[in-house]
């Protein structure tokens, strides 16, 4: 009946979001977790986690009541059950910052229990983001040792790239701006992108498909996010010149240099630097992978520490505008990572917390729209929590605005000057109009000295 069936290995954002999305179009999707609550909670058409689009997607299909998607929490069955396995669990960074691959390793055993009983050819897709060599040295390696069968031969193999943003998963899984196929062979490959042409149907038409080797396809993933975690630092870097002379604002040169047709303006805001699941973990891997084969890769060192420091250069512009912290009150608009989320995950928020409590402050309050409940299991009581921006900022002597949500850019100045003991405001998201809040309050920001 379905031209397609196919099993996702793993409901996080990219597992589940491309599961709906492809159930959506009207292919069977089995989807495995080893959560029971989480997949009874998907297959009561309730979003685990919160997603743009995800819940509207879920409804649908319940609506639809097709049986066309369902999650189960036996992998190898939905392997059994299905034509193509696309591997989506996470590969998190370990103590020691490298790659932690434990779940792709079970996933492939997985794979290879459930191959060992079919005879029929199967396509076994990597999604996750891993480190070069493991489709090819580990997957197939284990798939084989475990089933029997041989890549090419039995079994189809390819390393498929994601490039989903977080609060844009839906968007991003529907506009693809290219997709990367890593192939084991020409027929794997060709299977694949017959799978997408036939999903994306005449979407497709200016999405340019790549097709590579394994290991290539596995180090475009990589080539993403350290490139955009390298523009985030050098545009902190810039602001941090930026501020050694008066009259020169980073949002200004950013914008100069991002107009440049060779370089584009995204990815170029200054700030307080990056978090989230992804480029603080990913630009560690491929560190520590380098280094395991002995190549020093200096700049990304040079990324991650600029951005570490960006926490304390906020905490530094603070202390110029308000005088030392220590026993003062501070409060944080915005804890997530970014806005559009409750992912606390390597939020720069952390960061700022343990400088402040490193200075000495006696209070730090925090607001977040939608993180309070993630940030608590982060941070838990080195922070007091609060549940408006008016109580964040009552009694507080400097606030520093971390996450850029949409309703912190709706307040004025006499929004500070009303709720605060002593209305001090660091922006460090360049959120706010610089002349405006610099002539009506006691402000500083990022990438600008004020006169
Ligand atoms: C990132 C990439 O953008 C995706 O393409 C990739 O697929 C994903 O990682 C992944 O590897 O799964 P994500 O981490 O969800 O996506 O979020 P981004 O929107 O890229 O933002 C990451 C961080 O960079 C945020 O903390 C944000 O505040 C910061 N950022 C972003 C800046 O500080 N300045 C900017 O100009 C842009």
Known sequence: MYKYKVSILGTGFIGLCSAVCFADKDIKVIASTHNEKKAAQINESIAPFYEEGLQEILDRLKTANLNIFQCITNPVKAVLETDISMITQGTPMREDKSIDLSYIESTAREIGEALKKKDNYHLVVVRSTVVPGTTRGLVAKIITEISGKEPGKDFGLCMQPEFLAEGRSIEDTLHPDRIVIGQFDEKSGSMLQEFYEYFYGIHLKNCPILRMNIESAELVKYGNNCLLSTKISYANEFANLAQLVPNVDIVEVMKGVGLDYRISPRFLGAG???????????????????????????????????????????????????????GKKVSLLGLAFKPGTDDMREAASIRVVNELLKRGVKKISGFDPKALGTAQAELGDKIEYAKSVEEVLRDSDCALLITEWDEFGNLTPEDFKNHMKTPNLVDGRRLYDYNKFNRELSFRTIGRISL
């Open 272 to 326: 307080v630097g990056f978090g989230g699941s992804c480029f603080h973990k990913d630009v560690n891997a491929i560190k520590a992978w380098s280094k395991s084969k002995g190549y020093n890769a200096r700049l990304l060192e040079a990324v991650l520490d600029i951005n570490d420091d960006q926490a304390i250069k906020i905490v530094d512009i603070a202390e110029e505008l308000v005088g030392t912290l220590k």
